[in-house]
């Protein structure tokens, strides 16, 4: 019996089957696995890399309109907000790739802080095909224009410009059935067969439990920035260690709930081994990493990538973040640093990949809770809807732009009221674009996403 196949059995076996399928959009899901997505549906190696920007990052000074007449309009409307315009990095879209509204971007090309250079990885990314800019991308049910929204003619996600509802909704969406998972949760239960011997779950998230990567019947497998978490008091306190492990062991629990948590603590502590052992035995990269958070998690990402093999893992979905993006003041003072983080660690990154032989096998992709205001209250910028994102990887079609650019008019068509702009790709489609790639059938896709039949484009095309 395969690794994953017992696994699987056993935690059916520990809850009774209970609750497992009790949804009809699992039973579908379960159904379209056995059905095409058996162990020897996937030859090559997948990965995607979710790079989420927690606060809501203000993309508007993140991507900046930079030719006269575009500029002027972005100067205007975000007052004492704009970035300067001889501040601003070329991006250099390739022949039929430039932005849907006729302008010329770029990014911030410094910063106030002397060990950081601006966004010049990601501008040299993009320049060299390697990555693609997703225009003003939201969380939305149905296309939707400003009309819609006043006149509440178009249902609308739930509580948007929240932080919270939003994070989830980015990560999950869809309300009602199946919402308590996300969609990348979603993609691991669909795939679940597809690394039949692996160590660890398809889903592994870096530090914390993403929403993202919750899912009906696959785990999701957390790890820290220096490698597996250790159960630190056992190891130190060898009388409570003895006492505990005595406890969990196998036969020792007369209660399902019992034997199920042992059985759970008994593979962490076994896949935490596993871990441990493959990348100690593995050469270090050559690839140098920014000495920050989000570099660190992202080497740690690398890491696991370069031992997938001797884990036995054909597709993986990562998580990563970095926090601090919620600048309702000292936006200029204060983003410029976190966008250099960004753009140093995601092009580190990239260039782990190369070092590895998979660039063209792994997708990184932003995400955030949402945009910023277009107008300005300052010094800051407010909570807002739609913003731009980037997606990085061999596999991109890069340095093009995708997705419609919002008019940057306070007031605007594009402005739903205090300049909350109306988003004009939705999570759905940008979600799926990525499943595709990764593996996942045009049939299945609308159970991931449910209100992807809405939208008239199910693929947006930055794939290759």
Request: proline letters at 3%.
């Amino acid at each position: 019996m395969k690794r994953r196949q017992f696994l699987s059995n056993t935690i059916c076996a520990a809850l009774g089957g209970a609750g497992l399928y009790s949804a009809l959009g699992n039973l579908r899901l379960a159904q379209a696995a056995a059905n095409a997505y058996g162990p020897s549906r996937f030859d090559d190696y997948k990965a995607l890399v979710c790079v989420f920007l927690f606060g809501g990052n203000d993309s508007l000074n993140m991507i900046v309109p930079r030719d006269d007449a575009h500029y002027r309009q972005y100067r205007t409307a975000r007052a004492t907000l704009a970035v300067e315009q001889n501040r601003l990095l070329p991006l250099v879209a390739q022949t039929g790739g430039g932005a849907s509204d006729g302008a010329e971007y770029g990014l911030q090309a410094c910063t106030t802080d002397q060990d950081l250079v601006g966004m010049g990885g990601l501008q040299g990314l993009f320049n060299s095909g390697q990555a693609a800019v997703l225009g003003n991308v939201g969380t939305l049910i149905r296309p939707t224009s400003k009309a819609d929204y006043l006149n509440h003619t178009v249902e609308l996600p739930p509580q948007l410009f929240s932080h919270n509802d939003q994070q989830q909704y980015w990560q999950v969406s869809r309300t009602g059935e199946g919402r308590g998972y996300g969609w990348a949760g979603h993609i691991a239960d669909l795939l679940r067969d597809a690394n039949p011997d692996a160590y660890i779950p398809m889903s592994v998230s870096l530090n914390t439990e993403s929403i993202l990567q919750r899912a009906s019947q696959s785990s999701q497998y957390v790890i820290g920035n220096d490698g597996p978490r250790q159960f630190s008091r056992f190891e130190w306190d060898e009388d409570s260690r003895r006492a505990f492990l005595q406890l969990m062991a196998p036969g020792a629990q007369s209660h399902v709930f019992g034997r199920s948590y042992a059985g759970a603590f008994r593979r962490a502590r076994e896949n935490a081994s596993a871990v441990a052992m493959a990348l100690e035995a593995s050469a270090p990269l050559q690839t140098a990493f920014p000495e920050s958070d989000l570099g660190n998690q992202l080497q740690m990402v690398a890491r696991l990538i370069k031992v997938r093999e001797v884990l036995g893992l054909k597709r993986q979905v990562f998580f990563v973040s970095m926090g601090g993006f919620d600048h309702h003041d000292s936006l200029l003072g204060d983003q410029p640093g976190l966008l250099a983080r960004l753009s140093q660690a995601m092009t580190a990154f990239h260039g782990a990949t190369g070092e590895l032989g998979v660039a063209d096998k792994v997708t990184a992709f932003t995400a955030s809770d949402f945009g910023r205001t277009l107008s300005s209250n300052g010094d800051g910028s407010d909570h807002g809807w739609g913003g731009h994102h980037f997606v990085v990887g061999g596999a991109v079609r890069g340095g093009r732009f995708f997705g419609a650019m919002p008019t940057l008019i306070n007031g605007g068509d594009d402005d739903a009221g205090w300049g909350q702009i109306i988003p004009t790709t939705s999570v759905d489609q940008y979600g799926a674009t990525l499943a595709r790639w990764f593996g996942v059938g045009d049939s299945e896709l609308d159970l991931i996403f449910p209100n992807l039949g809405n939208f008239n484009s199910r693929d947006l095309g930055f794939m290759a």
